[in-house]
Nanobody, 122 residues
Framework: QLQASGGGSVQAGGSLRLSCTIS????????IGWFRQAPGKERGFVVA????????YYSDSVKGRFTISRDNAKNTVYLQMNSLKPEDTAVYYC?????????????????WGQGTLVTVSS
């Protein structure tokens, strides 16, 4: 089971750190991705990280502002979000899959967390 946490409300330019933990499964065997869904929009890819943490893949919209990392000893993936913009407002979901292919496709992920809300005000 995946659990996302760390959402909240910040002003534009602020920062938040999201966390995603997995219980009951071999955490280090999964590629972890973050997606987000704004009201009235489809769920979109944000970033993904490989099993070891050695490879990452960012969407152009967050590159240079967001940083993903993982601590396999703690079964946790972190998403550090800096220089937040109002357009980053969304529910953020973490998801797990077994391979580094088709990272941007939500339907290719096997497990999903419940989502955490991020609100950025101008």
């Amino acid at each position: 089971q995946l659990q996302a946490s760390g959402g909240g409300s910040v002003q534009a330019g602020g920062s938040l750190r999201l966390s995603c933990t997995i219980s009951g499964r071999a955490f280090s065997t999964y590629v972890i991705g973050w997606f987000r869904q704004a009201p009235g929009k489809e769920r979109g890819f944000v970033v993904a990280i490989s099993r070891s943490g050695g490879s990452t893949y960012y969407s152009d919209s967050v590159k240079g502002r967001f940083t993903i990392s993982r601590d396999n000893a703690k079964n946790t993936v972190y998403l550090q979000m800096n220089s937040l913009k109002p357009e980053d407002t969304a529910v953020y979901y973490c998801a797990a899959k077994s391979s580094m292919v088709e990272l941007t496709l939500a339907r290719k992920y096997d497990y999903w967390g419940q989502g955490t809300l991020v609100t950025v005000s101008s």
